[in-house]
């Protein structure tokens, strides 16, 4: 016996339903305009037969492809991760895909992918620009006829809405904290200093000591765990030794946790330690340390609706979302107060 593989048509769910194929294919997209009864009946028909619409016609007939893309620069960072999570359980509500790309932050990288994303017809783009300054990012963005929305990083000079969080102010409170324990040589080591979340941590943190007549002293070599044991190293070996550290990045706070731990400085005893974002373990080391942490899941959540949001209203109106006013949305973070700043556990 020949096994086939042959899937029920729109024709087969009209003709075992009794009504037109016309009727069929209001019900698939939502039903108006159909008796109620009838729709009832023809739900029953299509999932008794399994019907599923053929996408690939509906995309030749220019219909929606369901399909989001997300282009972020890795899915190791938990900040990210969290993000897309939370953007696809949107897109599973609006009964569309998410795809996601990564970038590592190259704008090479970037292009490809919106090229890539463009091609296969995605219906919107969610992105957290590799360079917040970039033209030519611009200009490919601005040539889209689909919505697109920034995640974490807004890009500069152009109509399109973004979702950040306010890294100024939580990098400014994170320093106070240091300032307020007595802390009076407070180091900021970060990489990618050209990115906006760090250059806008590193302004909060630089605004503090400013403020309060301490010396600013800012490193932004750490690419890796070598390039921060040199710097953690150096810093705690030299004449003027660092009373707290303050670093921009997660993976930076871990390097120079388990850095000091193997020079046997003590945490807070010796050296503070604050880190901007939080991350899974931080607080089950010891000492657990002090964060700054960001609403990841609501970011990323609020970028999905805000895209779902411009997708349907230029169904409604037939016209570009992004002719409109653009919004632009920013959290607040919170200062998780652990032992290694020099409060109580």
Not at 134 to 152: E, G, N, T, W, Y
Not at 193 to 206: K, S
Not at 245 to 264: A, G, M, P, R, W
């Amino acid at each position: 016996m020949v096994k086939t593989n042959k899937h029920p048509t729109l024709s087969e769910v009209a003709r075992t339903a009794g009504v037109g194929t016309t009727t069929v294919s209001r019900v698939i997209n939502g039903g108006q305009r159909v008796n109620p009864r009838t729709l009832a009946r023809v739900r029953r028909v299509i999932e008794k037969l399994g019907y599923m619409p053929n996408q690939a016609a509906r995309v030749l007939r220019g219909d929606r492809t369901r399909t989001i893309g997300l282009l972020i620069p890795s899915i190791a960072d938990p900040f990210f991760s969290s993000c897309a999570e939370a953007a696809q359980a949107i897109a599973r509500a609006h009964d569309s895909l998410l795809i996601v790309t990564t970038t590592q932050n190259d704008p090479h990288i970037e292009i490809e992918n919106v090229n890539v994303l463009m091609r296969h017809r995605a219906d919107g783009l969610i992105i957290a620009p590799a360079n917040s300054q970039s033209q030519a990012l611009r200009d490919v963005l601005q040539r889209l006829v689909i919505p697109v929305v920034a995640l974490d990083r807004p890009l500069a000079g152009s109509l399109i809405p973004s979702v950040v969080a306010n890294n100024f102010a939580g990098a400014r409170l994170a320093t106070q904290h240091l300032i307020d324990h007595g802390y009076k040589r407070i180091i900021c080591l970060t990489g990618e200093a050209t990115l906006y979340t760090i250059r806008e941590r590193t302004r909060g943190y630089r605004t503090a000591v400013e403020s309060a007549g301490l010396p600013c002293i800012v490193d932004t070599s750490i690419r890796d765990y070598k390039d921060a044991e040199y710097a953690v190293a150096s810093l705690c070996a030299g004449g003027d030794p660092p009373d707290a550290f303050f670093t921009l990045k997660n993976s930076t706070t871990i390097y120079v946790f388990e850095i000091l731990h193997k020079l046997n400085i003590p945490i807070p005893g010796s050296v503070a330690l604050v880190g901007y974002d939080d991350f899974e373990l931080a607080d089950t080391v010891r000492p657990p340390i002090t964060v700054v942490q960001q609403p990841n899941e609501e970011i990323g959540r609020i970028a999905a609706e805000l895209l779902f949001e411009e997708m349907l209203a230029e169904n409604r109106t037939g016209r570009s979302a992004r002719r409109r006013a653009a919004q632009h949305v920013q959290l607040e973070t919170r200062l998780i107060r652990r032992a290694s700043c020099g409060c109580a556990a």
